[in-house]
T-cell receptor, first 115, second 111 residues
């Protein structure tokens, strides 16, 4: 069975500072990995995805993530935080063999931006 | 183009009543998913429809929960004899392959 672990349920950074949200996966084979963002009272929006092509993935809103097989990680970063980045972020995984594409989510990280 | 839509956006019901939640997926998407988001359990998979195949119901928490997808498009999630622990946000998503697009969710409150 596959799973993802997000370290830190709450992260606070100052506006303009680096954002780093951590995600580690557990899977017998490298899976497909996703980062979603959820703003208050809204659904989930896809930020970026890793699907076994380039290991450094760029997404929307200036976010990027790097797939590191040796560390089983897929951490999300943004060089300079903006107030509008305040939201909850979820890392998710599906098996790469497309046997079943249901997402398994991490527990989420709430990002607070300090003015 | 139009995204995934869900209705109602909010539903308040009394314990023991039945509720129906609706999802309209993106046109042409063959896969449709239901997830539940609650404070205690996070985001949980409920059920998955793919084309004409039998749905994957492995995430449904009890036999009070059921879902159908008519004509390969609209889906309805039904919860019978609602309980307070059913209170949550129910999210629907659709996809062509692995990239899932989510609706805004239905917030269900069971009093």
């Amino acid at each position: 069975a596959q799973s993802v672990t997000q370290l830190g349920s709450h992260v606070s950074v100052s506006e303009g500072a680096l954002v780093l949200l951590r995600c580690n996966y557990s899977s017998s084979v490298p899976p497909y990995l996703f980062w979603y963002v959820q703003y208050p009272n809204q659904g989930l929006q896809l930020l970026l995805k890793y699907t076994s092509a380039a290991t450094l993935v760029k997404g929307i809103n200036g976010f990027e993530a790097e797939f590191k097989k040796s560390e089983t990680s897929f951490h999300l970063t943004k060089p300079s935080a903006h107030m509008s980045d305040a939201a909850e972020y979820f890392c998710a995984v599906i098996p790469a063999n497309f046997g079943n594409e249901k997402l398994t989510f991490g527990t989420g990280t709430r990002l607070t931006i300090i003015p | 183009g139009a995204g995934v839509s869900q209705s109602p956006s909010n539903k308040v019901t009394e314990k023991g009543k039945d509720v129906e939640l609706r999802c309209d997926p993106i046109s042409g998407h063959t896969a449709l998913y239901w997830y539940r988001q609650s404070l205690g359990q996070g985001l949980e998979f409920l059920i998955y429809f793919q084309g004409n195949s039998a749905p994957d119901k492995s995430g449904l928490p009890s036999d009070r929960f059921s879902a159908e997808r008519t004509g390969g498009s609209v889906s309805t999630l039904t919860i019978q004899r609602t309980q307070q622990e059913d209170s949550a946000v129910y999210l629907c998503a659709s996809s062509l392959r692995y990239e899932q697009f989510f609706g805004p969710g239905t917030r269900l409150t069971v009093l």
